[in-house]
């Protein structure tokens, strides 16, 4: 009895673990898979083009110093998809940004969510709370 | 059987239950602007399929995301499982090691890839169908059926007027007077097999480009084969096979999707490749990502 009752929770458990989706490493050979870093920023470019959209501002790291970030998402069209324009950040646009980074320690990352002056939060690749940041194909 | 430890079995499977639920509903469900998918119309009872019809604009039918396959073939991605090892001959495992795609388990950083597409060279087909399968739409005339596809803002014809593939894909042509030429998009004819099923054949191919978007390989010896059966009112199967002597030992399914219907005016976005860019985004981005920009 007790046999079969395991066997059972076993044939449970696996069935609702692979129902969660489980996203396979794509395409992130240059990121730190998993890292995420949250930061207050300014927008000085939001560039709205193929292959990616990518964002640049300025943040300050724990020492003061000003740090340039250039953090990308999908392109145009699968960015409208998630709700996106090609107006949704300006210039001089205050934000907190979380980002995936890349390895080699470069303020360059995967942008994963963006909370707007207004308030509105915007994500790309799945959102931060991803485990894994999928990828578009490019 | 100690009731703690079922209370405890139970226990454990609730919270992996909730957990399951929780990650969907904070899933944010992209979707195409003015596209309706099969997930908007649960528990429809669709009507019957049209006769010899493809004709339309036609989305996966499971969000604009179904058609996306990054790591290669949605059938058989490059994922390292033994399941979608692909049949390589020896001359296709050698050409797929020699390609550095982004994706899968051979990837590399962006800007270290030979892949010719980033680069704005042509997709070609299948790729255009392996990779990124997004809006598309089918016009049918008498003599062919032309899709016009949105990724790069590509179109081909599948010829229906009863003319024969090359007979040579290596040497390919429609015949005299036109010379023989590989393309990057081959040369393809179309025939329905029965009044919801059209089958199309293409060979001829331009080998510069890759098979698939995790730089599998295709050779001037590839032929594809496609099927594409209407299932009902709204939606249309896709599968796509490929056979290529020279890289696979064997023919292989590379992929199914399902399609959906769209209303007539559903617009197909402008999605190019433009060399400028492409250089934008990697000065800016891509080549400091790889710290090979001299900084």
Not at chain 2, 268 to 290: D, G, H, L, V, W
């Amino acid at each position: 009895m007790r046999n079969k009752s395991i066997g059972v929770f076993v044939s449970l458990l696996a069935v609702l673990l692979f129902s969660v989706p489980m996203f396979a490493h794509h395409g992130s050979a240059a990121f730190d898979m998993g890292k995420r870093l949250t930061m207050k920023g300014t927008v000085t470019d939001w560039i709205w083009a193929n292959p990616h959209c990518f964002l640049k501002y300025d943040s300050t790291d724990a020492s003061g110093n000003v740090v340039h970030w250039v953090v990308e998402t999908s392109n145009p069209p699968d960015m409208i998809n998630s709700g996106w324009s090609k107006q949704s950040l300006k210039p001089g646009d205050q934000v907190t940004i979380t980002v995936e980074p890349v390895k080699n320690g470069r303020p360059v990352g995967h942008l994963l969510e963006v909370i707007l002056p207004d308030g509105k939060t915007l994500s790309a690749w799945g959102g931060a709370k991803r485990k894994e940041v999928p990828g578009n194909g490019f | 059987m100690p009731k703690r430890f079922v209370a405890s079995m139970v226990a454990v499977a609730v919270v992996l239950i909730f957990s399951a639920c929780t990650y969907a509903q904070e899933q944010e469900v992209a979707r195409q602007p003015g596209a309706v998918y099969d997930f908007d119309k649960k528990g429809e009872k669709p009507g019957p399929a049209p006769k010899r019809d493809l004709s339309g604009v036609w989305e996966p039918a499971a969000g604009p995301g179904a058609g996306i396959h990054a790591t290669g073939a949605g059938e058989m991605p490059s994922d390292g499982k033994a399941e979608h090892e692909l049949p390589y001959t020896d001359e296709g495992r050698k050409t797929f090691m020699a390609h550095k795609p982004t994706f899968g388990i051979t990837q590399v950083p962006s800007a270290l890839t030979n892949d010719p597409m980033p680069g704005c060279d042509p997709q070609g087909f299948p790729r255009i169908l392996l990779h990124n399968f997004r809006t598309s739409r089918i016009i049918q005339t008498p003599q062919n059926v032309v899709i016009l596809y949105e990724f790069n803002k590509k179109w081909r014809t599948i010829w229906t007027d009863g003319r024969q593939l090359p007979k040579d894909p290596e040497s390919p042509t429609w015949g005299a007077p036109d010379a023989p030429e590989a393309r990057w998009w081959g040369y393809s004819v179309g025939k329905w097999t029965d009044d919801y099923t059209f089958v199309v054949d293409s060979n001829g191919f331009d080998d510069r480009t890759w098979l698939d978007n995790a730089g599998r390989p295709l050779s001037d010896r590839l032929h594809v084969t496609e099927v594409y059966h209407r299932v009902d009112d709204v939606h249309l199967d896709m599968t796509v096979t490929i056979d290529d002597p020279t890289m696979y030992t064997k023919p292989w399914v590379a992929l199914k999707l399902r399609l959906r219907l769209q209303k007539p005016g559903l617009d197909i976005r402008e999605m190019e490749c433009a060399p400028s860019e492409t250089q934008e985004y990697n000065k800016e981005f891509a080549n400091p990502a790889a710290g090979i920009d001299g900084k």
